[in-house]
T-cell receptor, first 114, second 110 residues
């Protein structure tokens, strides 16, 4: 079975641009979460979606938004990119929302903002 | 913001030795998980311990949890070169949101 897949793998943007990152969860998983990992730090929670509804939001500005589609895939959008948005963006899926649930992570999208 | 910190930040040991890393956190939790990350890519779940448990084993892994001290430890026995990675603890309370620590970078020397 395929794991969590993310696209693209790498992305280079310039300041002020917009970016869309995509995530396909493991088949049967209905919950998708997004994390940002800056080099040398642990991942930080951005969003969680379950059954197409936002279930949690981390401490990120409104430039960050996300959505979940009927097939449970998800997009993370970031507007007006800043240099500080350069990071590894990780998507994780789990069967349902609510603890304790093991989350399965994709390989991530490495975003570089120049 | 990070929930807590792992200690040490970096650890190098000879293959076959045991590796111990510690995690401290700041708030109440329902459970604590340990994840492994190879070369800055995706994280792999290793083990979950609930707040009412004190110790858990999985293969060569042993995790302890002390909620009174808000700390956990991960022991990897008989280390292998393939164990070289960064290790993160992650806590959750009430929902699925994971709050990660800063990580321990483990290097196994063949």
């Amino acid at each position: 079975d395929a794991g969590v897949t993310q696209s693209p793998t790498h992305l280079i943007k310039t300041r002020g641009q917009h970016v869309t990152l995509r995530c396909s969860p493991i088949s049967g998983h209905k919950s998708v979460s997004w994390y940002q990992q800056v080099l040398g730090q642990g991942p930080q929670f951005i969003f969680q979606y379950y059954e197409k509804e936002e279930r949690g939001r981390g401490n990120f500005p409104d430039r960050f938004s996300a959505r979940q589609f009927p097939n449970y895939s998800s997009e993370l959008n970031v507007n007006a990119l800043l240099l500080g948005d350069s990071a590894l963006y990780l998507c994780a899926s789990s069967f349902k929302a609510g603890a304790p649930n093991i989350q399965y992570f994709g390989a991530g999208t490495r975003l570089s903002v120049l | 913001s990070q929930q807590g910190e792992e200690d040490p930040q970096a650890l190098s040991i000879q293959e076959g030795e045991n590796a111990t890393m510690n995690c401290s956190y700041k708030t109440s939790i329902n459970n604590l998980q340990w994840y492994r990350q190879n070369s800055g890519r995706g994280l792999v779940h290793l083990i979950l311990i609930r707040s009412n448990e004190r110790e858990k084993h999985s293969g060569r892994l042993r995790v302890t949890l002390d909620t009174s001290k808000k700390s956990s430890s991960l022991l990897i026995t008989a280390s292998r070169a393939a164990d070289t990675a960064s290790y993160f603890c992650a806590t959750s309370f009430g929902n699925e949101k994971l709050t990660f620590g800063t990580g321990t970078r483990l290097t196994i020397i063949p």
